[in-house]
């Protein structure tokens, strides 16, 4: 699987343009490549492999029920590309804040979230791959208060520029199979008002505004499955602009897995964007 893999991400990443590089943080999607592989591409092209040297990847509990944050308890992680070690000493740190539960091995093998980032982080880091180390966080349904804590508690992080944050999440899933069924007859065809939805989503994000994101949230139950990791990335994000550090969010892409024109058709949505520290 190795080498067809490689090839792959490598198709992918030869067709985007590196605009926002070097991300200090990005949003992508963590489905099956062959839905989602090329819309990840945008994201993973603005990272700086040169400058990159520990990687934050912040992905959703989709099996478990959590409401912290939880740590892997293995030191490796592989992929068909070449194995990544997770930083133990930046797992110590975050153990001592006592905001952290450890992941059974179970849960760890379970959850897709993080999983789908890895051989792509390990494709975009390939030319340092000894130099680098991940820090795998897997973020539980965290309260609005939560979010501001983890993301106070990650900014310092944020604030080094050989860090880098890669934040798992999905955008909408719509229809029966996901109970969601939101329809602004407005905008069109059912796919165009998920579209529509969705992108004012994202706007908001674009504008780092924790707040607005959870009153978005609120009123419209977009089932972006990684609100909560977006959330904390945002509240870190806030705590940076506090003291003075300025940045801009852009969405390099948009994608849906197909597009749902009646009741019975089902789609995920998918969004890839980058951080910039000016």
Same mark, same amino acid.
């Given at each position: 699987?190795?080498?067809?893999?490689?090839?792959?991400?490598?198709?992918?990443? @030869?067709?985007?343009?590196?605009?926002?590089?070097?991300?200090?943080?990005?949003?992508?999607?963590?489905?099956?490549?062959?839905?989602?592989?090329?819309?990840?591409?945008?994201?993973?092209?603005?990272?700086?492999?040169?400058?990159?040297?520990?990687?934050?990847?912040?992905?959703?509990?989709?099996?478990?029920?959590?409401?912290?944050?939880?740590?892997?308890?293995?030191?490796?992680?592989?992929?068909?590309?070449?194995?990544?070690?997770?930083?133990?000493?930046?797992?110590?740190?975050?153990?001592?804040?006592?905001?952290? &539960?450890?992941?059974? *091995?179970? /849960?760890?093998?379970? &959850?897709?979230?993080?999983?789908?980032?890895?051989?792509?982080?390990?494709?975009?880091? &390939?030319?340092?791959?000894?130099?680098?180390?991940?820090?795998?966080?897997?973020?539980?349904?965290?309260?609005?208060?939560?979010?501001?804590?983890?993301?106070?508690?990650? @900014?310092?992080? *944020?604030?080094?520029?050989?860090?880098?944050?890669?934040?798992?999440?999905?955008?909408?899933?719509?229809?029966?199979?996901?109970?969601?069924?939101?329809?602004?007859?407005?905008?069109?065809?059912?796919?165009?008002?998920?579209?529509?939805?969705?992108?004012?989503?994202?706007?908001?994000?674009?504008?780092?505004?924790?707040?607005?994101?959870?009153?978005?949230?609120?009123?419209?139950?977009? /089932?972006?499955?990684?609100?909560?990791?977006?959330?904390? *990335?945002?509240?870190?994000?806030?705590?940076?602009?506090?003291?003075?550090?300025?940045?801009?969010?852009?969405?390099?892409?948009?994608?849906?897995?197909?597009?749902?024109?009646?009741?019975?058709?089902? @789609?995920?949505?998918?969004?890839?964007?980058?951080?910039?520290?000016?």
């Amino acid at each position: 699987a190795g080498p067809q893999l490689n090839a792959q991400l490598e198709g992918w990443l @030869s067709q985007v343009q590196s605009t926002k590089r070097p991300a200090r943080a990005i949003i992508a999607p963590h489905a099956g490549y062959t839905y989602c592989g090329s819309c990840a591409a945008h994201a993973y092209k603005q990272v700086d492999p040169n400058i990159t040297r520990k990687i934050f990847i912040l992905g959703p509990s989709h099996h478990v029920p959590l409401s912290r944050c939880a740590l892997s308890s293995v030191d490796i992680y592989r992929t068909p590309l070449y194995d990544l070690r997770i930083d133990q000493k930046i797992y110590g740190e975050l153990w001592k804040t006592g905001m952290f &539960e450890r992941m059974s *091995l179970q /849960t760890d093998e379970d &959850e897709h979230s993080i999983e789908m980032h890895l051989p792509y982080t390990a494709k975009a880091m &390939e030319s340092h791959k000894d130099e680098f180390t991940i820090i795998p966080v897997l973020v539980g349904a965290l309260s609005e208060s939560k979010e501001q804590e983890f993301g106070k508690l990650f @900014s310092k992080y *944020l604030a080094d520029p050989s860090n880098l944050f890669v934040v798992s999440s999905d955008f909408c899933h719509w229809g029966q199979r996901f109970r969601y069924s939101y329809y602004d007859e407005s905008q069109g065809e059912i796919y165009r008002s998920i579209e529509h939805l969705d992108k004012m989503g994202m706007n908001i994000i674009e504008q780092l505004d924790p707040v607005s994101f959870s009153n978005y949230l609120k009123k419209y139950h977009n /089932t972006i499955c990684g609100r909560h990791p977006i959330g904390v *990335l945002l509240n870190a994000i806030n705590e940076l602009q506090k003291n003075g550090m300025n940045m801009s969010f852009s969405f390099l892409n948009y994608a849906q897995s197909s597009q749902c024109r009646n009741w019975q058709d089902s @789609s995920v949505s998918y969004a890839a964007g980058a951080l910039m520290v000016h």
